[in-house]
C-alpha cells in the first residue's frame, strides 16, 4: 500500500518522494495545476442553482486557481484543502489579489483525513486528484459521505481510449462505478488531446527551466532525480 507521501508524489507525478520539498520550487510558475477553471465554472454554471447558502469543496485545491476563479465568479463561499503549505500559502494570497479573501477558506490538510469530517456541502471538487483516496470506486463512495443528498460533485480525470490501463479507467467501467455507487453522470466536458498535449507542453517547458535552475543548487548525488521529474511530468 502506497503511504501519503508516494501519493502525494504521484499526484504531481514526481517519481520519487525525495521530490516533494522541491516542488513548490519546480511548480512555482504555474497558478494553474491540473483543472480548467473555466471549464469548471461552465460547467457550475450550466447545472447548479447558485444560492447565498451554496457551499463548495476543493479537495487537493494546489493553489487554489479553480476555488479562486469559482469564488470570484459566483460570489459563493469555497473552502480548500491541499497537504502542501506553499500552495496554500499562494491560494491564500491569490484569493486576496482577487478580492475573494473573506469567500475562501484555505487550510492545510489531509484530504484522506478531511473526508472524515466534512458533510453537506452543494459542490465537491476533485479537480487531478489521482488516486489519493483510493480507487475510483472508494473515491466516490468517500465523496459521497461529504456531499448532500442532491448535491454536486466535480470531477477531472481521463478516461483510457479503448481497453482500462494502470493510470486510467475506461468510461464504460468510470459508469458502472457511478451506477454502484448511486451517483447519475449529469453532463462531461471531453477536452481533446491536442489542447491537453499544448497545455503541458507549456506548463513543461517552465518546470524544466525552474528544473536547470536547481540542479544548480543541488548537489551533483541529487541530479538524476530532477532530471527525472522534468522528463516525466
Ligand atoms: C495535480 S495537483 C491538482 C491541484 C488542483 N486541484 C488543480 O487542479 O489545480 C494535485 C494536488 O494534490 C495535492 N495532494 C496530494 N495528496 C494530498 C492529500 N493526501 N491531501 C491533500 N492534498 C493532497 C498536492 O499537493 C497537489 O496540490
Wanted: glycine share 6%; hydrophobic share 40%; net charge negative.
Amino acid at each position: 500500500m502506497k503511504t501519503t507521501e508516494e501519493k502525494l508524489a504521484k499526484s504531481l507525478t514526481a517519481e520519487s518522494t525525495e521530490l516533494i520539498p522541491h516542488l513548490p520550487y519546480l511548480l512555482q510558475d504555474l497558478w494553474e495545476m491540473g483543472s480548467s477553471p473555466k471549464d469548471m465554472l461552465e460547467l457550475v454554471r450550466k447545472h447548479i442553482h447558485v444560492s447565498m447558502k451554496t457551499k463548495v469543496l476543493d479537495l487537493e485545491c494546489g493553489k487554489g486557481a479553480v476555488s479562486v476563479y469559482l469564488a470570484k465568479e459566483l460570489g459563493r463561499r469555497v473552502k480548500g484543502i491541499d497537504l502542501i503549505p506553499e500552495f496554500i500559502d499562494v491560494a491564500l494570497e491569490k484569493a486576496e489579489e482577487f478580492g475573494v479573501g473573506e469567500w475562501c477558506e484555505f487550510v492545510v490538510g489531509d484530504i484522506t483525513e478531511a473526508v472524515k469530517t466534512e458533510k453537506d456541502y452543494d459542490l465537491v471538487i476533485l479537480g487531478a486528484v489521482g488516486d489519493v483516496l483510493g480507487n475510483a470506486d472508494e473515491t466516490i463512495r468517500l465523496i459521497n459521505n461529504t456531499v448532500k443528498k442532491d448535491g454536486y460533485i466535480l470531477i477531472d480525470d481521463a478516461y483510457a481510449k479503448e481497453k482500462a490501463n494502470a493510470n486510467y479507467l475506461t468510461r464504460e467501467q468510470w459508469l458502472e462505478i457511478f451506477n454502484n455507487t448511486g451517483v447519475r453522470l449529469v453532463d462531461e466536458k471531453i477536452i481533446e488531446e491536442d489542447e491537453l498535449a499544448s497545455i503541458n507542453n507549456d506548463q513543461q517547458e517552465q518546470i524544466v527551466k525552474r528544473a536547470r535552475e536547481l540542479k544548480e543548487k543541488l548537489p551533483v548525488s541529487m541530479w538524476p532525480m530532477v532530471s527525472r521529474r522534468t522528463s516525466t511530468c
